[in-house]
């Protein structure tokens, strides 16, 4: 294995691995990726480098199904050291990953085959609350025990916390939605959260203006479906699909309006701002709208047309990176 930075636990993985030079479906092949991945957690976690661990596993893993040994590793750790901070951010970033892809489901419970994959996803997040509620036991966390324990109590009855206030009068216009776009980033720590946070805030608006949030956000994704903006992607990434794009730019709106309309004129001036590897998923922001419609209706949120735009400037292959965008490049040390 080669000398690590421990600046970056994702470039340091790859750095581990070999590459075969190969590109499928927009990502480039590695081999030994899940010995470098294991190598390298560990060295991690050896070192004490908890905000790194902790950062890539809520940014790297999908945890919409449940959660894996590397999540239960780092908790060991993590309470052995009593690090009660960075244990309650791991853990609300995956519960707020599994509350979100239930209720997404929920949405569209009507639809067929959705009802056991509901339960599912329920089964699976109701345990890891039970595993979160026991750790919050051991520290004596009281407040956040009791938020817990009345999530979970929710969950099982498949509720939703109830907002007795009037609807948020306010139309949603431009200004608005990235208004609550900043308010959700200021609030949170990991996209999950803010995801979940945003949710919320929706959720206070009438039915009609949420469906207004989702034809802006639209526009907004149509907008930015640059080919700049794909290059960034793919340099960023090392290799970056047409899904793992729409989640790229669904990232970069949650970023906020300074950022987003940065990177639509010069994705130079963003690339400080995007991490490497698939930190940039947030794919669950397409459906925020559509959870807060069924709460404040009790139904499924209407389709939201709008033509499919062509991308945007002009086209580039693989092999042409380097030489197209050799600062962005140098800055991801992207090798073609």
């Not at 991690?44 to 040994?69: C, M, P, Q, R």
């Not at 970069?252 to 130079?268: C, R, S, T």
């Not at 669950?284 to 959870?291: E, K, N, P, T």
């Amino acid at each position: 294995m080669k000398k690590l930075t421990f600046n970056d636990i994702h470039s340091d993985i790859e750095r581990c691995c070999i590459d075969k030079g190969e590109i499928i479906a927009g990502t480039r092949v590695l081999r030994g990726y899940d010995e470098s991945l294991e190598y390298v957690f560990n060295a991690y976690l050896e070192k004490k480098l908890y905000s790194a661990v902790v950062e890539y596993l809520l940014t790297e893993f999908n945890w919409h199904w449940g959660i894996n040994d590397f999540v239960l590793k780092a908790t060991d750790y993590l309470k052995q050291d009593r690090e009660l901070s960075k244990l309650k951010r791991l853990w609300r970033g995956v519960i707020a990953v599994q509350k979100h892809h239930f209720w997404e489901m929920h949405a569209l419970k009507n639809e067929a085959n959705v009802e056991k994959s509901m339960s599912k996803v329920k089964h699976a997040a109701l345990k890891n609350m039970a595993l979160f509620r026991d750790i919050l036991i051991k520290f004596e966390d009281n407040k956040e025990l009791e938020v817990i324990n009345e999530e979970i109590s929710l969950l099982k009855r498949e509720e939703q916390r109830k907002d007795s206030s009037k609807p948020n009068s306010r139309k949603i216009n431009e200004r608005l939605f990235w208004e609550l776009i900043d308010s959700s980033r200021q609030s949170c720590e990991s996209i999950s959260e803010q995801i979940n946070y945003l949710t919320f805030l929706l959720k206070k608006f009438k039915a009609n203006e949420i469906r207004r949030f989702q034809k802006i956000l639209y526009q907004r994704l149509r907008e930015s479906f640059q080919w700049d903006l794909w290059a960034l992607a793919y340099i960023a990434q090392n290799g970056c699909s047409d899904d793992a794009f729409e989640d790229f730019r669904a990232w970069l709106i949650l970023q906020g309006q300074e950022v987003y309309e940065l990177a639509l004129n010069d994705i130079h001036k963003v690339i400080d701002k995007v991490p490497s590897g698939s930190g940039t998923q947030a794919e669950s922001l397409l459906s925020v709208a559509a959870i807060a419609y069924e709460s404040r209706t009790g139904k499924s949120l209407p389709p939201v047309k709008g033509s499919i735009k062509k991308l945007q400037g002009n086209s580039w292959k693989e092999e042409e990176l380097k030489m197209r965008y050799p600062i962005v490049c140098q800055y991801f040390e992207y090798e073609a």
